[in-house]
């Protein structure tokens, strides 16, 4: 029970840092920091809606145990609320080199290929890269054995809601 919960606050930490967003001692131009499509503050906008989009009845029902509600927690985030747990999702706008810096302080990671252009699951969830500057982090938050899903096919599903983000545009 401590290791989860470790893990557990450990992602919440990263999520939340101020160097998550790629925002913080940034030396990037405005030009290198936007994505195609449109400006970073763009991409991150679609997280506020994300959840109610492509956290579908059908997404729902393979990953929790009864329906979830979604909410938006921010502008780039959102979640999927039941009575015993959660899915948060969050949007960031950061290089390569930022995202590989956050990664190697997530214990016990496993690549997690097709997703984007570099992806990884770990204990609480996965955590997306797609140049030139697209990441989305999603966590699960419950007691161990909430979710139906774990290993592979949690990935796989977790990864297929990504990759819809990152193919779609503001």
Not at 62 to 76: E, Y
Request: charged content about 10%; some cysteine.
């Amino acid at each position: 029970m401590v290791r989860p919960l470790f893990y557990l606050m450990l992602a919440a930490m990263l999520a939340n840092s101020p160097g998550a967003c790629g925002e913080s001692g940034s030396s990037q131009s405005a030009a290198a920091g936007s994505s195609v499509g449109g400006s970073a503050g763009d991409w991150t906008s679609l997280g506020a809606t994300a959840c109610a989009k492509y956290f579908t009845p059908e997404v729902n029902a393979a990953l929790l145990p009864g329906p979830g509600t979604p909410h938006t927690r921010s502008a780039k985030s959102c979640t999927v609320e039941t009575p015993g747990g959660n899915i948060q999702l969050s949007l960031n706008s950061e290089n390569l080199a930022s995202f590989n810096a956050g990664a190697a302080y997530l214990p016990d990671t496993v690549p997690l290929p097709g997703v984007g252009d570099r992806a990884l699951q770990y204990a609480v969830g996965i955590t997306a890269y797609k140049a030139p500057n697209r990441v989305c982090t999603i966590l699960l938050v419950g007691n161990d054995g909430f979710f139906k899903q774990s290993g592979a096919q949690l990935s796989h599903t977790l990864g297929a809601v990504c990759n819809k983000l990152f193919a779609a545009n503001p």
